[in-house]
């Protein structure tokens, strides 16, 4: 799917409706989402780490899951020569 376009798999969210979590909780959770990337997902163990309930920290990662995709950038450009 293309970057930007609502993907219709995806619930609609209602203007106003964010993630409740303040700012210090979201950066710590996207802290410890990057550091346990690729391994089994335990949301136990990262909501002990928060302070929070497992159910808590799978609906913040519901709630991430609905955003939009943000583009990559190319992981190399190619160069002008071909080479």
């Given at each position: ?7 219709p798999a ?13 700012p210090q ?59």
């Open positions: 799917m293309a970057a930007g376009l609502p993907d995806r619930p609609a969210r209602p203007a106003g409706w964010g993630l409740p979590a303040k909780v979201t950066l710590r959770l996207l802290r410890m989402l990057a550091a346990v990337n690729g391994q089994a997902w335990n949301a136990t163990q990262i909501g002990q780490s928060l302070g929070l309930s497992y159910h808590t920290v799978n609906s913040y990662l519901d709630y991430s899951r609905g955003l939009p995709d943000p583009p990559l950038p190319p992981w190399h450009a190619k160069s002008a020569s071909g080479s």
